[in-house]
T-cell receptor, first 108, second 112 residues
Framework: AQRVTQPEKLLSVFKGAPVELKCNYSYSGSPELFWYVQYSRQRLQLLLR??SRESIKGFTADLNKGETSFHLKKPFAQEEDSAMYYCALNSGNTPLVFGKGTRLSVIA | DTAVSQTPKYLVTQMGNDKSIKCEQN?????MYWYKQDSKKFLKIMFS???????INETVPNRFSPKSPDKAHLNLHINSLELGDSAVYFC???????????FGDGTRLSIL
């Protein structure tokens, strides 16, 4: 069965420190992965997808098939990065499978 | 123009009542979804509707019934509301089932 695991419920970092939000997936096929972000009391928004290989708001994520991971990284955290982050897996012709989310808190 | 809009934004009601939440998307997408986000921010899919087929999550009580008058709308009707139904409900849509989803602003449902 497809599964997405985000091991950290809460991650607190200081402003300017590097950030890494962990995501591991379980899927036997060829995965497509996404990161969604939800700022306080707002809708979920697509942050990035692995096939586009772009950097959005300074965030990057690389798909590591060997480790079945898709960790989200940013070299220098900013206060406005504080939000809920959800990793999601596309496993074929089924709805996206979301992880339970990680709340990132950037401390000034 | 708002791509996925849902109304109302806030809904406060008493236990036992029946209520509906409406969702409309103007993206021309074929697939729509309802999610429930609880107080711990866990996001759980409730339903997905792919133009022709409604896929029901078996863990959703049958008090919840989605209704789709056309592919641009997927409304959620809830009968006999219970305290545990308090949550934020998000509507979303995507071009196809496995494509990135666009979310609405959410409806915050509070049961008194």
């Amino acid at each position: 069965a497809q599964r997405v695991t985000q091991p950290e419920k809460l991650l607190s970092v200081f402003k300017g420190a590097p950030v890494e939000l962990k995501c591991n997936y379980s899927y036997s096929g060829s995965p497509e992965l996404f990161w969604y972000v939800q700022y306080s009391r707002q809708r979920l928004q697509l942050l990035l997808r692995h096939i586009s290989r772009e950097s959005i708001k300074g965030f990057t994520a690389d798909l590591n098939k060997g480790e079945t991971s898709f960790h989200l990284k940013k070299p220098f955290a900013q206060e406005e990065d504080s939000a809920m982050y959800y990793c999601a897996l596309n496993s074929g012709n089924t709805p996206l499978v979301f992880g339970k989310g990680t709340r990132l808190s950037v401390i000034a | 123009d708002t791509a996925v809009s849902q109304t109302p934004k806030y809904l406060v009601t008493q236990m036992g009542n029946d209520k509906s939440i409406k969702c409309e998307q103007n993206l021309g997408h074929d697939t729509m979804y309802w999610y429930k986000q609880d107080s711990k921010k866990f996001l759980k899919i409730m339903f997905s509707y792919n133009n022709k087929e409604l896929i029901i999550n078996e863990t959703v009580p049958n008090r919840f019934s989605p209704k789709s008058p056309d592919k641009a709308h997927l409304n959620l009707h809830i009968n006999s509301l219970e305290l545990g139904d308090s949550a934020v409900y998000f509507c979303a849509s995507s071009q196809e089932m496995n494509q990135p989803q666009h979310f609405g602003d959410g409806t915050r449902l509070s049961i008194l």
